[in-house]
């Protein structure tokens, strides 16, 4: 059964470096999407992408966030100088349609620790 | 604007026993409602969702859930649980408009005990 994939499950870093996280959606899927969970937190919008744009993004997505599709699979999203406020869980999922009646499919989270 | 309360954090049951897995919703429109498990170092795997079509809806594991709008609840059940049900279960609301995003509830833990 295809699955969304992420890579590295665990990142550590020092706050101020910049972090690359990666995601590879389900093949035949148009749109992609971040989420992300600080501990003890619920799980948050961060944005969304489809036809190589940004379609939306939460108020948590700001200027030092951004999202690229730099291949036909992958999907990424950098933070350019992290926080300590950064650490969290982040989901990737994508969706075959955007609208309220498409499942999107969720990947196994990335661990992202700030120190 | 839309929202999603669980009820509970934890919920503690015996295998064989039924579970009830509460959520209440609010949405401006027409909402579509999901349930997604997390089993530990796994991804959000859906059980099941409503989308304006029958009000009870089945889904994966013998999970169920029944909308109901002047309640504005979703709540998730099932008759008889199993071991392997133990995990973390978020209820989710979608607006039906747009590229509208998915709203979390903050989850409930499902502990099952021999």
């Known amino acids: 059964e295809p699955e969304v994939t992420q890579t590295p499950s665990h990142q550590v870093t020092q706050m101020g470096q910049e972090v690359i996280l990666r995601c590879v959606p389900i093949s035949n899927h148009l749109y992609f999407y971040w989420y992300r969970q600080i501990l003890g937190q619920k799980v948050e919008f961060l944005v969304s992408?489809?036809?190589?744009?940004?379609?939306?993004k939460s108020e948590i997505f700001d200027d030092q966030f951004s999202v690229e599709r730099p291949d036909g699979s992958n999907f990424t999203l950098k933070i350019r100088s992290t926080k300590l406020e950064d650490s969290a869980m982040y989901f990737c999922a994508s969706s075959e349609a955007g609208g309220g009646y498409n499942e999107q499919f969720f990947g196994p989270g990335t661990r992202l620790t700030v120190l | 604007a839309q929202s999603v309360t669980q009820l509970d954090s934890h919920v503690s049951v015996s295998e064989g026993t039924p579970v009830l897995l509460r959520c209440n919703y609010s949405?401006?429109?027409?909402?579509?409602l999901f349930w997604y498990v997390q089993h530990p170092n796994k991804g959000l795997q859906l059980l099941l969702k409503y989308t304006s079509a029958a009000t009870l809806v089945k889904g994966i594991n013998g999970f169920e859930a029944e909308f109901k709008k002047s309640e504005t609840s979703f709540h998730l059940t099932k008759p008889s649980a199993h071991m392997s049900d133990a995990a973390e279960y978020f209820c989710?609301?979608?607006?039906?408009?747009?590229?509208?995003?998915?709203?979390f509830g903050k989850g409930t833990m499902l502990l099952v005990s021999p």
């Open positions: 992408f489809y036809n190589n744009e940004i379609s939306e």
């Open positions: 949405s401006s429109y027409s909402p579509s």
């Open positions: 989710v609301v979608r607006e039906n408009s747009g590229y509208s995003t998915l709203t």
